[in-house]
Nanobody, 122 residues
Framework: QVQLVESGGGLVQAGGSLRLSCAAS????????MGWYRQTPGKQRELVAA???????NYADSVKGRFTISRDNTKNTVYLQMNSLKPEDTGAYYC????????????????WGQGTQVTVSS
């Protein structure tokens, strides 16, 4: 009922920048938090950054000062600006959102995108 579509991943050299986007669509009444998670082979998915509907942000220590999360509530879209990229930033980046569906009965959702690959070469 809610689809999240990520874009913007790719291959970049260390020190470079990328901007990820994630657009939510479907029967959405409201979105609470939106976030970006990263997963590498053999490891659990970990939070990179999150933002609430009011704009409060939260970052993993490893990306503070380099990454910036933002959102456009009119477009149900969240962005992740990634600067000064390091090889350890390599991974599959997944978008996540939770909120309330358009429904006669209050129904919440918690959705994931399909992921976009970010590869940082040294």
């Amino acid at each position: 009922q809610v689809q999240l579509v990520e874009s913007g991943g790719g291959l970049v050299q260390a020190g470079g920048s990328l901007r990820l986007s994630c657009a939510a669509s479907g029967s959405i009444f409201s979105i609470n938090a939106m976030g970006w998670y990263r997963q590498t082979p053999g490891k659990q998915r970990e939070l990179v950054a999150a933002i609430t509907s009011g704009g409060t942000t939260n970052y993993a220590d490893s990306v503070k000062g380099r990454f910036t999360i933002s959102r456009d509530n009119t477009k149900n879209t969240v962005y992740l600006q990634m600067n000064s990229l390091k090889p350890e930033d390599t991974g599959a980046y997944y978008c996540n959102a939770d909120g309330v569906l358009l429904s006669a009965v209050t129904t919440t959702f918690y959705s994931w995108g399909q992921g976009t690959q970010v590869t940082v070469s040294s």
